[in-house]
């Protein structure tokens, strides 16, 4: 008798839908989103079957449309971005560029945040001793200017896709590293955190059932961030000659070649410029999405709003 | 129609939220009279604060719009008024204090400070607003006013920060104050003592008082009318004293049936061999002893109550049999087995038989895990008690036993009440089979009307599965029809122990005498009778 009124408003509840139906139906109700998502599906596209399609036309030198300008329809559809100084189409160079440009990008922050969130996690739940160790470390990193890294093991090592990954992935690991130990270090105290120590939970399970999931959002949100930084600082790389190196292209380095030009044709640089743009405001956009969609306390934003929707 | 200090006519609020428009109130009235004490009682998503929020102008919006009514003080109508003419109003002739003291004091100011800047603020001079703080500070009992007023928040206790509240409020002589949950916070010893402050302070100054309130002790204390409110709307409006013995309203009666510690006091079991004996546990932190020299036993199925106020020891207790944090001496033995000295994974095999309830299941249940996961977590950890095959009957089974529904497995924490969670938790701390439940404060948090249904649910599942349970709360009344053995801590030591009859009907120490006498019965003539008897002893 007495369950009856506290039962009430837990059973007006509706019945939900399967996972991929209510994320589908998630995804439509955020535009934004649906965009984002398809950008970048186009992105990873360009990136997996563009050098095998253009890869010979990007490279194809061509001196009498130096410089060409954009738009100029009549020189066929692959010159509509205009070509660079060496008179190569501007749009098959995007393309083909996509894909080192994403792997780089994707592959520095893949590994940095993998890496710093794993040693975040332990230097926030492990022992004080192993946990200061790890901070050390993350200072050491942080107290070592980025480029000047780069430039000795690029120079040692030498310049190749997978080199600038490693060094970009290198500086910035504290980034991962530091955001996690201090979210770990609040959520550990949580009462949900003492009452799976109670059930004889051990520290493995605790740390990834319980602390990651919370972590999550805040890493996703940085790590799209950082997507756009890698973006740039490859291009940096590139344009001190340690990076990429031509004629590998990567949008990083068409901005840094397009540069000297800029006051006679701005669109060597724009057009890679927009690409980088769009691709990072694509993914914060997404991930936005992400950290509502993936909440189960925020989750009624998106779904109320496809139900207005419909 | 005679004229109110202070009248509330016909108030509806509603608040636009993604979940649709919800209607906080709907058609409130409600009128305070100079040297009048109002309590608008209800429990937690009833709508209580709502009005006196709309009167101090502290309703934002949006998301909130009041669709009607009007507030009329001083023959004028406060919703008609502008902004700086309530700003003029607010604080100078209507004043607020809240429940948490600490967080409405501002940190990086001493005392004074803030009080000589409220008067300062409606045009005082500086140096008789000084004046005028150090008697205010006085009055409400702070000892050593003048150095006080040169200390920070922090450095009082939260009995003191609540007086400085009010001493901050009554900065204005104010014609109205409002008081949000102004005791909820508190120690019961402290509580009646704010209690006697508040009323004290209205005889002298003949001030109008509105009190929004969800404990029925309080409304007996201190209030002359009191208005019900439940949902949004009043249910019930009258004398204190017709209201609580004449309830003309269902929910009323509900609400005064449910209030702890009017059932008959159980009989205690018979003696046995008990399965856990405490000696002598040792805590400290830094120089603080949180515990200094706790022992007790506890038989089989039966359910011991710890009591004590804040500081004195008694989480500090359950996390420590529980192994949460680690004890600097003494032994607990589980079944002759010291539970401080067990290796790693014989503490593992324990942790089936010990489980916890806490506090707040809104903070205990994590919230990105659905009921299913949570409850069946205790499978994947222990995986010796149950089959994977058999987890989603299982999981509808204690569902059922807890009074929830097998299909809200699925759902995620934040989809229930509060009630409900604190029912979900228990589900939790059963799958494991245990012997022994301590729960920390595990009604403490919950509205009267569900405390009760919990402690009803817990008497239930002691008397099917024979569970012992430890009982840690700050409140007595709770415990009286519950409890086997009650022992009384204060400042890290036991007190006092005994069986309920002995406790609650010759209590030996003045301790236990202190705080049965400052607990609040729902019953006004009751409290009237303290009353009195407070004033003769005085005399």
């Known amino acids: ?310 | 129609m005679p004229d109110h200090l202070l009248e509330v006519r016909n108030l509806s609020v509603e608040f636009h939220t993604a979940a649709g428009v919800v209607k906080a109130v709907r058609n409130v009235s409600w009128h305070v009279d100079r040297g009048e004490t109002l309590a608008i009682l209800g429990e937690s998503g009833s709508g209580k604060s709502v009005s006196t929020a709309a009167i101090l102008d502290l309703i934002d919006m949006p998301p909130g719009r009041i669709t009607s009514g009007e507030i009329r003080f001083d023959g004028r109508d406060l919703l008609r008024l502008g902004a700086a003419e309530r700003r003029d109003i607010n604080g100078r002739r209507i004043a607020m204090i809240f429940q948490d003291p600490l967080s409405h004091l501002n940190p990086v100011y001493t005392v004074g400070w803030q009080i000589v800047e409220t008067m300062t603020a409606h045009g005082q001079s500086r140096a008789r607003a000084q004046a005028e703080a150090l008697r205010l500070v006085t009055r409400v009992g702070i000892p050593d006013p003048a150095a006080a007023l040169r200390k920070y928040p922090h450095e009082f206790s939260g009995g003191q920060r609540q007086r400085l509240m009010i001493a901050m409020a009554l900065a204005m002589k104010p014609d109205v104050l409002i008081a949000d949950e102004p005791t909820t916070a508190l120690d019961v010893t402290v509580q009646a003592e704010v209690l006697a402050l508040l009323k004290e302070l209205q005889r002298e100054t003949g001030m109008g008082v509105v009190i929004i309130t969800h404990d029925l002790g309080v409304v007996a204390e201190i209030a002359d009318r009191v208005v019900v409110m439940n949902s949004g709307e009043i249910v019930e409006a009258g004398n204190t004293r017709e209201v609580y013995r004449s309830p003309q309203h269902p929910y009323t009666r509900k609400l005064i049936g449910a209030a702890p510690g009017k059932g008959d006091m159980p009989e205690p079991l018979p003696r046995a061999e008990p399965v856990l004996k405490v000696r002598d546990v040792v805590k400290t932190y830094g120089t603080f002893a949180a515990l200094a020299g706790v022992g007790f036993d506890l038989m089989p199925g039966e359910t011991l109550a710890v009591v004590g106020e804040s500081g004195s020891g008694k989480s500090t207790l359950a996390r420590i049999l529980l192994r949460l944090d680690e004890p600097d001496a003494g032994e607990a033995l589980w079944k002759g087995r010291d539970l401080f000295r067990l290796p790693p994974a014989e503490l593992f095999a324990l942790r089936r038989d010990l489980q916890m309830v806490f506090q707040d299941p809104t903070q205990s249940l994590n919230p990105r895990m659905t009921v299913f996961q949570l409850i069946s977590e205790a499978w994947a950890i222990h995986p010796e008690i149950l089959p994977k095959a058999r987890w989603r009957a299982r999981v509808a089974e204690l569902l059922a036993q807890v009074g929830l529904k097998p299909e809200h497995a699925s759902r995620y924490p934040h989809q229930f009440s509060g009630g409900q969670r604190q029912r979900i938790a228990i589900a939790r701390a059963l799958a494991l089979e245990p012997e022994l439940i301590i729960c920390d404060e595990a009604v403490s948090a919950l509205d009267v009307s569900v405390q009760a249904q919990v402690i009803e649910l817990l008497t239930k599942l002691r008397r099917e599965m024979g569970i012992a349970f430890i009982f840690i709360a700050h409140d007595l009344p709770v415990v009286r029809d519950f409890a086997d053995h009650v022992m009384v801590m204060q400042k890290g030591r036991v007190v006092e122990y005994g069986t309920v009859r002995q406790v609650f009907e010759a209590p030996r120490e003045p301790y236990t005498q202190a705080l049965l006498a400052a607990g609040l019965d729902p019953d006004p003539e009751v409290q009237a009778a303290r009353r009195a008897e407070r004033v003769a002893i005085r005399a």
């Open chain 1, 1 to 310: 008798m007495s369950t009856a009124p506290a039962m009430t408003d837990g059973t007006a509840l509706p019945n939900e839908p399967s996972a991929p139906r209510r994320f589908l139906r998630m995804l439509w109700a955020d535009k934004f989103a649906l965009a984002a998502l398809l950008f970048l599906l186009l992105v990873v596209l360009m990136a997996v079957i563009g050098p095998a399609l253009l890869g010979e036309v990007a490279q194809k030198q061509n001196l009498r449309g130096r410089n060409a300008p954009p738009f100029e329809w009549d020189r066929g559809w692959l010159w509509w971005m205009g070509a660079d100084s060496l008179g190569r189409p501007l749009f098959a160079r995007i393309i083909v560029a996509a894909r080192n440009t994403m792997t780089v990008a994707a592959g520095a922050v893949l590994a940095s945040a993998l890496i710093g969130t794993t040693l975040g996690l332990i230097a926030g739940y492990a022992s004080r001793r192993v946990g200061e160790a790890i901070m050390r470390l993350a200072d050491v990193i942080m107290s070592f200017p980025s480029l000047l890294l780069a430039v000795i093991v690029l120079y040692i090592l030498g310049p190749s896709v997978t080199n600038v990954i490693l060094v970009l992935a290198i500086t910035r690991i504290p980034v991962y590293l530091r955001t996690t130990r201090a979210e770990v270090l609040e959520i550990r105290e949580r009462m949900f955190v003492s009452a799976a120590r109670v059930m004889g939970a051990s520290s493995r399970r605790i740390v990834l059932r319980h602390i990651l999931p919370v972590v999550l959002p805040t890493l996703m949100t940085i790590a799209t961030l950082d997507f756009a930084y890698v973006m740039l600082a490859e291009s940096a790389l590139s344009f001190l000659g340690i990076g990429i190196q031509p004629p590998e292209i990567t949008w990083g380095l068409m901005i840094a070649q397009g540069k000297e030009h800029l006051t006679r044709a701005w669109w060597l640089s724009f057009w890679p410029g927009l690409a980088i743009i769009l691709t990072t405001l694509s993914l914060n956009l997404l991930s936005n999405w992400m950290r509502i969609a993936l909440d189960p306390t925020q989750r009624w934003r998106l779904e109320m709003r496809g139900r207005t929707d419909a």
